[in-house]
């Protein structure tokens, strides 16, 4: 529980934080079919994302008195830092891990954050899930793994160690990113756009950096391609990610990862619409499973609260 300096009632988890988080989760399940329509290198579309959504951030921050003030604010702005450092390193591993073992893997094991944000907040935060979590965890991850298009006999080109290795070191620094950016706003109680600002400020020095050090960041893209990128910095990374981040600081957070996996349940579904990719059976029962298992424990969680 974080309270202010002036005594007034600490952040508690709302049903509005709730709907917003699940509504930043729904806004970036678009970023998958925003990347393969834009038909750029990942490292180009991680810096230019994050190019398009710095000007939003910062209009936002000098517009509201909130985030001008929250600057002259101790203690939040290393650790909003430190969530870009590791928002860099997850997009990076992600890419990474997909090259070695393909989208449908490499999503699956991103997602594991949800594991690593409860045991985060269990050794760290004094955070404990109920038993019902720890009880449809297991369901989650099944539902985790027919989605990846996975079966009884395993994962498809999930072989690769060095894939496995990016895969899992994406999701723990998809679960850093979240918890310090989580962190950030809860230590000093600062709006949703000055923690982003900080975030993916770093985030876009350090990309930039290893863009170059690649040679895999060009001069210019085409103008289409640029409007993909312009959409996906601007609807997700600024936007759905302003609901994420404004909706978290509040939550528990193993909540607001459960509330995450809703992400790849409707990129499914906007990939066979906008892609005409295929929707196989498993894949349904999939996308059933991590419902069912997010739905439940959030809901009765919540209402102990």
């Given amino acids: 529980m974080v309270q202010r300096a002036d005594g007034r009632a600490a ?3 709302r049903v509005r934080d709730y709907l917003a988080t699940l509504g930043g989760s729904l806004g970036i399940s678009s970023a998958p079919i925003l990347v393969t329509l834009s038909q750029a290198d990942p490292t180009p ?12 951030l910062l209009a936002l921050c000098l517009l509201r008195g909130d985030g001008r003030g929250a600057f002259r604010r101790r203690g939040w702005i290393p650790i909003a830092a430190l969530s870009g450092l590791f928002f860099a ?36 935060l ?18 985790m793994v ?22 899992i070191g ?21 709006p949703p756009e000055s923690a982003l600002l900080v975030q993916i400020t770093l985030a876009l020095a350090v990309l930039s950096l290893l863009g170059f050090a690649e040679r895999s960041l060009p001069t210019s893209l085409a103008a289409e391609q640029h409007l993909w990128l312009a959409t996906l910095g601007i609807g997700v990374q600024a936007v759905a990610w302003f609901l994420i ?15 995450l996996l809703a992400q790849p349940v409707s ?17 349904l029962a999939g996308a059933a499973l991590i419902l069912i298992g997010i739905t439940i424990p959030v809901i009765r969680e919540a209402k102990r609260r």
Avoid: K
């Fill in 126 to 143: 004094g955070e404990r899930p109920s038993r019902v979590f720890w009880l449809f965890l297991p369901v989650i991850l099944a539902g």
């Fill in 89 to 124: 390193a997850d997009l990076s591993l992600w890419h990474r891990s997909i090259a070695h073992i393909g989208a449908g893997p490499a999503t699956l094991l991103v997602n594991t954050q949800v594991v690593w944000l409860a045991l985060i907040g269990l050794v760290f």
């Fill in 267 to 283: 990129s499914l579904v906007l990939g066979w619409w906008i892609l005409g990719q295929a929707l196989t059976c498993g894949r």
């Fill in 245 to 259: 981040s404004g909706g978290i600081r509040r939550l528990p957070g193993h909540h607001g990862g459960m509330i």
């Fill in 45 to 56: 579309i991680a810096v230019w994302r994050v190019i398009y959504a710095l000007p939003l």
């Fill in 146 to 167: 027919l989605l990846a298009g996975g079966g009884l006999e395993g994962i498809p080109h999930a072989t690769d160690r060095r894939g496995l290795a990016f895969g």
């Fill in 11 to 13: 952040l508690q988890p």
């Fill in 170 to 190: 994406s999701g723990l620094a998809y679960a850093g990113m979240l918890v310090c950016l989580r962190q950030a706003q809860r230590r000093a109680l600062v």
